[in-house]
C-alpha cells in the first residue's frame, strides 16, 4: 500500500515574481550591498558610454561615428536594462526584450562597420570584386569544408547585409508581439505545451539568430586580414562574447530555473530567483566589456589604405627593385 507524502510548498513559491518593494524589504545587509555595488556598476557602464560617445561623435566622421555608438553601447545598455531588472522583477520580460532588440541592431551594426572601415560599399566591392569570399563558416556551414567559394558582388553584399537586417526587424516586430500577449497572459516562458506562444516564437527567433550570424561570419573571416590593424579581432570576440553572455547564458538559467535546478526562495519563485540571478551576473560581466571597450573605441585608428593606394605603393616597389638590380648589374 502506497503511502501519500504531504509535501509543503511555499506559496510564494507558486506565485509571480515579487513587486519592487517588497523586494527592498527582504534585503539584509549583504543583500543592499549587493544591490548597491551592481548598481554602482551599471551606473558607470552607462557614465563611461556616454562619455565615450562624446569622443566617438568629436573624433570620428559620419557615418562611422554612428556605428561605433550603437556598438559599443552594447555592453552598458545590457548592464543598465539588467539593473532595472534586478531591482523590478516583475519588469524583466521588457527589460530583457529590450536588450535582445537593441543587440539584434548590434549584430548588423558589426557588418556594416566591417564594409565601412574598407571605405564603404563600393570601396569594399572594388577591392574585392576579383575574389571570392569562403561561406563554409559557423553558425551554419562551418562543417560543409566542401561548399565552393563564392565570387563577391554588389548582389551577394546585398544579400549578406539583408541576411542581418532581417533579424534586427524581425526581433524588434516579434518581441512587441510577445510583450502584448505577455500582458494578455498568453506568453509564458514556463508553458511548453504545444499550444503556446513562446514554444512557436523563441524556436523562429533561434533559427532567425542563426541566419543573421551567418553573413557577418562570412563577412569577417575573408577580410579579417584587412581589418587587423583596427583591433577589427579582438572587436569581434567581444561581439561574439556578448551574444554568447546575453543569449546562451541566459537560456541555461531559464532552463534550471524551469526544472527546479535553482531553488525556490521566497519571495522570489525557482524561475524569478533563476532571472535574477541571470540580471546580476550580467551586470558585473557587462560592466568588466564596458571597460575594456573604452581601450577599443576610446582611440583612433589610421584609415585603412584604399585598394588603389596599396596597388601603387606595391608597384612602387616592383619599380625600385628593379632600378636597384639595374644598378647592380
Avoid at 65 to 94: D, E, H, N, Q, Y
Avoid at 303 to 308: F, G, L, T
Wanted: aromatic share 10%; charged share 15%; glycine share 4%.
Amino acid at each position: 500500500m502506497e503511502e501519500s507524502l504531504n509535501i509543503t510548498i511555499d506559496p510564494a513559491c507558486l506565485q509571480e515574481p515579487p513587486l519592487a518593494i517588497d523586494v527592498i524589504k527582504e534585503l539584509d545587509v549583504f543583500g543592499l550591498c549587493l544591490y548597491s555595488i551592481l548598481t554602482f556598476m551599471s551606473c558607470v557602464s552607462l557614465l563611461l558610454y556616454l562619455e565615450q560617445c562624446v569622443y566617438i561623435y568629436k573624433k570620428l566622421p559620419y557615418p562611422k561615428k554612428t556605428t561605433l555608438m550603437w556598438i559599443s553601447g552594447a555592453a552598458p545598455v545590457i548592464a543598465t536594462m539588467s539593473c532595472f531588472g534586478m531591482w523590478i522583477p516583475r519588469a524583466v520580460m521588457i527589460t530583457d526584450m529590450t536588450s535582445n532588440c537593441y543587440f539584434a541592431v548590434v549584430m548588423y551594426k558589426v557588418l556594416v562597420l566591417l564594409i565601412e572601415e574598407l571605405g564603404g560599399t563600393n570601396a569594399f566591392l572594388k577591392r574585392f570584386s576579383t575574389e571570392t569570399f569562403k561561406v563554409s563558416t559557423g553558425p551554419c556551414c562551418c562543417c560543409c569544408v566542401c561548399l565552393p567559394r563564392v565570387p563577391m558582388s554588389r548582389r551577394l553584399l546585398f544579400f549578406l547585409k539583408l541576411g542581418t537586417l532581417q533579424y534586427a526587424i524581425l526581433k524588434t516586430v516579434l518581441s512587441i508581439v510577445a510583450i502584448i500577449l505577455w500582458t494578455n497572459g498568453n506568453f509564458d516562458l514556463s508553458d511548453l505545451e504545444i499550444t503556446g506562444t513562446a514554444i512557436w516564437i523563441n524556436p523562429f527567433i533561434g533559427v532567425l539568430t542563426i541566419i543573421a550570424l551567418w553573413p557577418v561570419a562570412i563577412i569577417f573571416m575573408n577580410t579579417k586580414g584587412f581589418v587587423r590593424s583596427q583591433n577589427m579581432i579582438l572587436k569581434y570576440a567581444i561581439y561574439q562574447l556578448i551574444l554568447v553572455l546575453s543569449q546562451l547564458q541566459t537560456s541555461i538559467i531559464n532552463i534550471l530555473s524551469l526544472d527546479g535546478t535553482i531553488a525556490c526562495a521566497p519571495p522570489f519563485s525557482s524561475q524569478a530567483r533563476g532571472s535574477m540571478l541571470s540580471q546580476q551576473m550580467m551586470i558585473l560581466e557587462m560592466f568588466i566589456l564596458t571597460l575594456i571597450n573604452q581601450s577599443l573605441y576610446r582611440r583612433t585608428y589610421d584609415p585603412i589604405p584604399s585598394h588603389e593606394a596599396h596597388d601603387n605603393d606595391h608597384d612602387a616597389k616592383v619599380a625600385l627593385q628593379t632600378v636597384l638590380v639595374e644598378h647592380d648589374v
